[in-house]
C-alpha cells in the first residue's frame, strides 16, 4: 500500500540558508500534518492542512512557512535556518472531518521523515 | 496544552510480556494511538484505541484503556528482540487535531 513519501530523506545546510522538504501523503488522504523531532525527544507538532487551508498551528517557527497544493502534496519552507533547527522532520497524514470511523479511527500515517542537518 | 506521560525505560527477556504504560490528561481525547519508531526510523503506527472502548486486542498486542483514571498501556505477548525500539503514546483530542506524544519508552529485549 502507498505510504507518506517525504523527499529529501537527508538534507545538510548551512547556517542562515534555506531548505525545503517535500511531502506526498497517502492517496485519497486531505490532511497533512508537520512534525519536528528533536535528538532524543518526542516529536512536536508544527502545522497542519486540511484541504489546502491551515488547519491548526503549532510551535513553528516564524521563519518557517508551509503550504498544501492543489494535489495535496505539501512544502514546509524553512529559511535563517539556525544550528537548533537540526531535527528529524516528519510528515504525516489523515482523512479530514467527514470521513471518520471507529473502523479507520482517524488514523494518522507517518512518513519516514527528512533529516535535516544544520552546519 | 495536553500532556501525555510515559516511563522512559524497560527492559524485558524476551519471551516475556512487556507493559508500557502512558497516562494523559486531556479528558476530550477521541482516539488514542500507539507508534514504535526503531533507530533512525520513522513512526510506524501499531494500534489505536476508540476512546469509548476499554480493550482492544491485536495479535501480541493489547491496549488497555481505563478513561476514568486517563490510563492507557500497550501489552506485548511473547516479546522478541525485533521489538526493542521507543514506543510512542500519542493522544488526539478534536478530530482534526494534531497529536501530542508522550517522551517515548525505550523498550530494551535481552535475548
Known amino acids: 500500500a502507498a505510504g507518506v513519501i517525504q523527499s529529501p530523506r537527508h538534507l545538510i545546510k548551512e547556517k542562515r540558508e534555506t531548505a525545503t522538504l517535500k511531502c506526498y501523503p497517502i492517496p485519497r488522504h486531505d490532511t497533512v500534518y508537520w512534525y519536528q523531532q528533536g535528538p532524543g525527544q518526542d516529536p512536536q507538532f508544527l502545522i497542519s492542512?486540511?484541504?489546502?487551508?491551515?488547519?491548526d498551528k503549532g510551535s513553528i517557527p516564524d521563519r518557517f512557512s508551509a503550504q498544501q497544493f492543489s494535489d495535496y502534496h505539501s512544502e514546509l519552507n524553512m529559511s535563517s535556518l539556525e544550528l537548533g533547527d537540526s531535527a528529524l522532520y516528519f510528515c504525516a497524514s489523515s482523512l479530514g472531518l467527514g470521513r471518520t470511523s471507529r473502523r479507520s479511527g482517524n488514523t494518522i500515517y507517518f512518513g519516514e521523515g527528512s533529516w535535516l542537518t544544520v552546519v | 496544552g495536553e500532556d501525555v506521560e510515559q516511563s522512559l525505560f524497560l527492559s524485558v527477556r524476551e519471551g516475556d510480556s512487556s507493559v508500557i504504560n502512558c497516562t494523559y490528561t486531556d479528558s476530550s481525547s477521541t482516539y488514542l494511538y500507539w507508534y514504535k519508531q526503531e533507530p533512525g526510523a520513522g513512526l510506524q503506527l501499531l494500534t489505536y484505541?476508540?476512546?469509548?472502548?476499554d480493550m482492544k486486542q491485536d495479535q501480541r498486542l493489547t491496549v488497555l484503556l481505563n478513561k476514568k483514571d486517563k490510563h492507557l498501556s500497550l501489552r506485548i505477548a511473547d516479546t522478541q528482540t525485533g521489538d526493542s525500539a521507543i514506543y510512542f503514546c500519542a493522544d488526539r483530542g478534536s478530530t482534526l487535531g494534531r497529536l501530542y506524544f508522550g517522551r517515548g519508552t525505550q523498550l530494551t529485549v535481552w535475548p
Open positions: 484505541i476508540f476512546s469509548n472502548m
Open positions: 492542512f486540511y484541504e489546502k487551508m491551515q488547519s
